[in-house]
């Protein structure tokens, strides 16, 4: 076991083996892990303004998609949970949803503090970077405004792993974030339209 293994045999809620099993490296777990971890409030948010607004179809396809993004990081009984909500809200079972689904984004939430030490010191080692060249940031910019348009999902993220070897200013670094946003949702034209700005 690795450095990053121990540290992450330590999380709470997260089983190391059954990530790796289903993410099949250490390094595709973490991708996932990270992903998830960013996504954790805007998620939940969702899920719940789809719950309190009734618009169970949306709500449906969330927990559905959470399901499986647990399942990948070895969240187990998180992944279990929204596996019994999704079931519920294929077949409208209101009563099973207004009964669970309080504990369920509880549950949720809690991975932004058990995961949190993990990913801050994971971000401070990352930071320790060498500063980007305008030639490098430009070369960067300039091949995903060319795989973008045809939706080349592992040239993207071929681009922005190469990317996060570097310190880019603050500008691009929220530029990216933004990016990497739509990303992670595959929304391709707020990925292109982010490119522009």
């Not at 309190?52 to 998609?65: G, P, R």
Request: negative net charge; hydrophobic residues 35%.
């Amino acid at each position: 076991m690795n450095v990053n293994e121990i540290e992450l045999s330590k999380v709470d809620g997260i089983s190391l083996m059954d990530g790796l099993q289903y993410c099949g490296s250490l390094r595709d777990f973490e991708k996932f892990l990270e992903s998830f971890y960013d996504d954790i409030e805007d998620n939940a948010t969702t899920i719940e303004d789809a719950y309190q607004n009734k618009n169970i179809e949306l709500f449906t396809i969330k927990v559905h998609a959470l399901k499986t993004s647990a399942r990948m990081i070895g969240a187990k009984e998180l992944s279990e949970e929204a596996y019994l909500l999704e079931s519920a809200g294929k077949s409208a079972n209101m009563p099973y949803i207004d009964a669970n689904v309080d504990s369920f984004l509880s549950l949720y939430r809690s991975y932004i503090s058990r995961l949190d030490s993990y990913m801050s010191e994971k971000r401070r080692i990352k930071a320790i970077k060498k500063p980007i060249t305008k030639d490098e940031l430009e070369d960067a910019y300039n091949a995903l405004r060319e795989v973008c348009p045809s939706r080349d999902y592992s040239a993207v993220e071929m681009i922005l792993e190469e990317l996060s070897t570097y310190q880019l200013p603050d500008e691009d670094q929220k530029q990216m974030a933004l990016f990497k946003t739509h990303f992670h949702k595959l929304e391709w034209e707020e990925m292109e339209q982010t490119l522009m700005g």
